[in-house]
């Protein structure tokens, strides 16, 4: 990638608490890092470590029992953080759109595939007209590989895998800046996946978009991602280059779950890794490193005090005391 990276997107110190009955739970902790122009970010990590929760928060859609507890999202020069309702709107949907998982939840049953999308149009360009609106509509849908005759169907009359690339040109169809894609293509089958995923990458070229890639499939997203940023428990553990942190993952997080991941080249007589342990309850991590528990490299400072997230070459950030210089008292405690 060139060095003239433009920044989208600065997220700063971002922190998510839910107010549950058991306590406030820390599901993002202080969570920084940047989103460039044209990128595909890639955002993996276990279940439950926030990825979902740090996305919706990008677009500040956390409703209560959740609050976003500290932080600041630059978006293009601007703190969304200070947006009122209006400006929000604005923002949701031509500046930033989120593609969920669920597309029969999202989808309107009474309403056709075409007025989904003209609608969407509409609602942020009222200027457009309809016929306007439909052009553009059928050109996308056909570009996610639905036939533009499927535009007259109800969401029910669509397959699975259909109702969610209708779901993908829905937040794709405003051409907003950043794509936010939260496990976008994970129920479709593996074929379609990588179809779709290709597809991503294409629109990201054609249209300069920005992807945030949210998703379970760690094999893809080493295919189309330019960068890669693993959580645990709600934090960054690493971030960089997707081929630099594949060859020579840092965090030793980031070591066991690509040594999770199933390879079609595996020997028979080999087993696949399992890391041990499981993630922390939130409402109650560990003191320290998040990860210390599980980790086979954990220091005695690990369980004391946490690391910063440290850029150990440019571009790329580690948040591991093995890449950080002990503080001298408690080293030697
Ligand atoms: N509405 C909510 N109320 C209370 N806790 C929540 C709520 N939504 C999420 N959480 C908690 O916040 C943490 C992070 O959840 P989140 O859904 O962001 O994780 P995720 O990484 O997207 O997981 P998955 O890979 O399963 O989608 C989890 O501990 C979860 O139980
Ligand atoms: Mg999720």
């Known amino acids: 990638m060139s060095n003239q990276k433009e920044t989208l997107v600065q997220v700063r110190d971002l922190s998510v608490t839910y107010h549950t009955r058991l306590g406030p739970l820390s599901a993002v ?66 500046r930033i759109s989120m593609i969920f998982q669920d597309p029969m939840t999202s989808l309107n049953p009474v309403q056709r595939v075409d007025e989904h999308l003209i609608e969407a149009i509409q609602v942020h360009e009222p200027q457009t007209p309809v016929e306007a609106a439909l052009r553009r509509a059928r050109t996308l849908i056909e ?20 109702r969610q690339r209708v779901m993908i040109g829905l937040g794709l169809v405003l051409n907003a800046d950043l794509i936010v894609a939260d496990e976008a293509t994970t129920s479709l089958d593996v074929i379609v996946e990588a179809k779709l995923l290709d597809e ?24 189309i991602a330019d960068r890669i940023m693993v959580m645990y428990a709600g934090q960054v553990a690493e971030i960089g280059d997707v081929t630099e942190v594949f060859d020579h993952p840092r965090h030793p997080y980031t070591e066991g779950l690509l040594r999770s991941v199933p390879n079609i080249e595996l020997d028979e007589r080999e087993e696949l890794y399992k890391m041990g342990g499981e993630p922390p309850n939130l409402s109650r991590p560990p003191a320290g490193c998040r990860f210390h528990p599980r980790c086979a490299q954990a220091m005695p400072i690990c369980a004391q005090r946490e690391p910063e997230l440290t850029e150990i070459s440019p571009g790329r950030f580690v948040h591991c005391w093995l890449y950080q210089d002990h503080p001298q008292e408690v080293a030697h405690a």
């Not at 570009?143 to 259909?162: N, T, W």
């Not at 991503?200 to 295919?223: G, P, S, V, W, Y």
């Open 29 to 94: 902790d202080h969570v920084s890092f940047d989103i460039y122009k044209g990128e595909i970010l890639g955002v993996v990590g276990e279940s439950g470590c926030g990825k979902s929760t740090m996305g919706k928060a990008l677009m500040r859609l956390i409703m209560p029992p959740g609050e976003i507890s500290s932080g600041h999202i630059i978006f293009d020069g601007e703190d969304v953080m200070q947006y009122d309702q209006k400006q929000l709107r604005d923002f949701r949907g031509r």
């Open 143 to 162: 570009k996610l590989g639905i036939q533009k005759e499927r535009l007259r169907d109800y969401p029910h009359q669509l397959s699975g895998g259909m």
């Open 200 to 223: 991503f990458k294409k629109l990201r070229d054609e249209f300069n978009l920005t992807i945030l890639m949210i998703t379970h499939n760690i094999a893809l997203i080493a295919q």
